[in-house]
Every structure is written in C-alpha cells, then in structure tokens.
C-alpha cells in the first residue's frame, strides 16, 4: 500500500528488528534519540506514525518485529532560507528548477518544508515528483524532477549512461602558472569525516574537465564539465589542484560542519549552469541554463 505524502513530505520508513522492546515508541527513542520523548507523543497524537496499511499506531503499541513503520519529519521553529527556488522550464513529463545556494533538493537536517521537492510539491500539487539528480545542499543551480512515476527509469538513464552534458560554473583563485584547459583524473572515496569526499590512489573513478572562463585580478570564474558524479567531486578536484573554491565550509579544512549555524553573506562559489540532453520520453533536444550567477561572471 502506498503511504500518502502530508503537507508536501513524504514519509520516512524504519524497519523493525528483533530486539528487547516492549513498544514503538520505546524502540524509536532508542533508533532516533535526537527525536525527544515529547516529540514522538506529539508525533503520535498527530496521527504522524502509521504501520504498512497507513493507519495510525499509537506511541503505547506493542513492539512487533519483522514490520515497518512510516513516520512523517517535522521541524519546529525550521529556518527560513533568504532565497526561493524558481521554475524555469514545466511540460507533462519534467520540470527544471532552479535552486539557491544552502537549499537542500530533499527534506534533510534542519530543513523539511524548505527544501526544494517540498515547495515544488507544493507549488505543483504533484506527490509523484521526484528529482532526477541531486547537487549540494551548498550549491546553486539547475535541478530536474521527474513528474511521472512511468517516465523515472528513462530520465535516470540519461545521469547513468553519461547522456547530460552537464556544465558548472565556479569561482577560485588563479593560479596562472596552472595549464588549463585539463581534465583532473583521480579516485574518490568517502573521507573520515563522513560529510567529506577525499582522493585516494587507485583506479580512478571520477573525471572532471576544467577550463578558464574569466579572470578578475588574483580570482577567476572556471567552467567545470563533470564526466561522473561523485559527491563532492567537482570541490575536490579542484582543490587538489591548490584551487579550492570561495565559500567552501568543508575544503581544504572543515570551518564550519553540517550542522553549524548558516552564513548566507557567504555562499560556496558552484553553480550548476546548464544540462544538454535529448529528452528518452519526447526525444526532444533540451537546453537549460541556470539564471543564478556567482560572485564572477561572464
């Protein structure tokens, strides 16, 4: 059975081990235990805990293993972010967003009803959207969401069979001594921090092809034309070419973690500029370009 999104959020699932507990709300205190005890009677009372046939449960259940319960996030006193999400392109099939920095694409940390597919919902009144790719929370830029649940394989082929041509924009220093344009070649792996990206030696993994656009004194606007999609890897890359880019909280050293308080004066300098592919479902040719720009631009 499908569990219904509310107010534009989907829900959240847990499955249920074996364990010792005596009910629900005993097992997701200990599962979840940044959630307080008064947040999950809230939750329960609300009717925002349901098992598989999308019927409340109530806090005082007794725990059954081998079943799944769906939960719906919520935030109290969520920030509001200084920047609103624009439509540049909608037909029956996509719609192609265009994002501020520090808005995440999904509910994530302190944000729910603030992240992108939540206002686009919203906005459309379409539960069935779903993003086709994701950037950083950090950047800016173009996002796409499929519409149709029948349309999602063929629009996710294009990301996996390499078929978008997608383009950033970003701003660093410049180093004119450093020969460009390159292509950065290298193996990407999770790091210890668990909210980082770091370069390893072996079989590389990730490729980045990174030219000069514009230079303004000791700084310059690059484009970057990423051939995979690591996480994190266009910052990475350039970074380990000594161009780390303006506004980076996280390289070459963390300033300021993940959940941090915000500094909107100073946004990370990636943008996600445009995307070329041909659409699998009309076999249209497209071409979106983001109208966000960053602190250099052409």
């Known amino acids: 059975m499908r569990i219904p999104t509310r107010n534009g959020v989907g829900p959240s699932r847990v499955s249920l081990p074996l364990g010792p507990w005596a009910t629900v709300l005993d097992f997701l205190l200990e599962r979840m235990p940044d959630i307080s005890r008064d947040e999950w009677l809230q939750r329960f009372g609300a009717g925002l805990v349901l098992n598989e046939s999308a019927q409340p449960v109530a806090a005082t259940q007794a725990y059954t293993p081998h079943t ?10 969520e920030p509001v972010l200084p920047a609103k999400a624009s439509v540049l392109f909608e037909d029956e099939h996509l719609i192609v967003a265009d994002k501020p920095h520090f808005m995440p694409v999904t509910p994530a940390g302190r944000y729910v009803q603030q992240s992108l597919l939540v206002q686009l919902k919203h906005l ?13 929370r950090e950047t800016a830029g173009l996002v796409m969401f499929g519409k149709r649940l029948q349309d999602r394989d063929a629009y996710h082929a294009l990301f996996r069979d390499k078929e978008m041509h997608k383009v950033y924009e970003a701003v660093a ?3 004119p001594t450093l020969e460009l344009p390159r292509v950065r070649i290298s193996r990407l792996q999770p790091d210890a921090l668990f909210f980082r990206t770091q370069e390893v030696a072996g079989e590389p993994n990730s490729e980045t092809r990174i030219s000069l656009l514009k230079t303004e004194g000791t700084r310059a606007l690059y484009q970057l034309e990423p ?28 300033l300021r973690g993940p959940d941090a308080d915000e500094d909107f004066s100073n946004p990370l ?19 979106f370009h983001s109208a966000m720009r960053l602190s250099i631009a052409l």
């Open 68 to 77: 799944k319960l769906y939960y719906y996030r919520h935030i109290a006193n």
């Open 124 to 136: 459309t009144g379409n539960d069935d959207l779903v993003p086709l790719h994701r950037i950083d």
């Open 173 to 175: 220093a410049y180093n």
């Open 227 to 254: 051939i995979s999609g690591k996480r994190h890897q266009l910052r990475v890359h350039m970074m380990a070419l000594g161009l780390p880019l303006e506004g980076d909280q996280f390289y070459p050293s963390v």
């Open 269 to 287: 300098q990636l943008l996600a500029k445009s995307v070329r592919f041909t659409d699998p479902v009309t076999g249209q040719d497209r071409e």
